[in-house]
Nanobody
Framework: QVQLVESGGGLVQAGDSLRLSCAGS????????MGWFRQAPGKEREFVAA????????YYADSVKGRFTISRDNAKNMVYLQMNSLKPEDTAVYYC????????????????WGKGTLVTVSS
């Protein structure tokens, strides 16, 4: 069992930066591939970024590549999402996700979700 709690969301202006954090509980945290997803109002939840449990390999959606960086600290049971050059279209609730057997790049493969943190980017 893994519990995930996101933090760091807020209201920012276009071009600003924001860092999201995800605190995980459980001794098996390092066994999970971790990801960030987001859901904008009226839209489906979509993949943002993921990081593997072992070698730290990262994956990004094309829409955030070059602007967002995912990282993890297994010793602290933490996952981070550094978001730079934010755009109004990045506005969404951001969810932390844990995937035991997949790469944490697909909604259906996720085993555990956090409750989300709201990011609002004004133009």
């Amino acid at each position: 069992q893994v519990q995930l709690v996101e933090s760091g969301g807020g209201l920012v202006q276009a071009g600003d930066s924001l860092r999201l954090s995800c605190a995980g509980s459980g001794r098996t945290f390092s066994s999970y591939n971790m990801g960030w997803f987001r859901q904008a109002p009226g839209k489906e939840r979509e993949f943002v970024a993921a990081i593997s449990r072992s070698d730290g390999k990262t994956y990004y959606a094309d829409s955030v590549k070059g602007r967002f960086t995912i990282s993890r600290d297994n010793a602290k049971n933490m996952v981070y999402l550094q978001m730079n050059s934010l755009k109004p279209e990045d506005t969404a609730v951001y969810y932390c996700a844990a995937d035991r057997y997949g790469l944490a790049i697909g909604v259906r493969g996720v085993d555990y979700w956090g409750k989300g943190t709201l990011v609002t980017v004004s133009s």
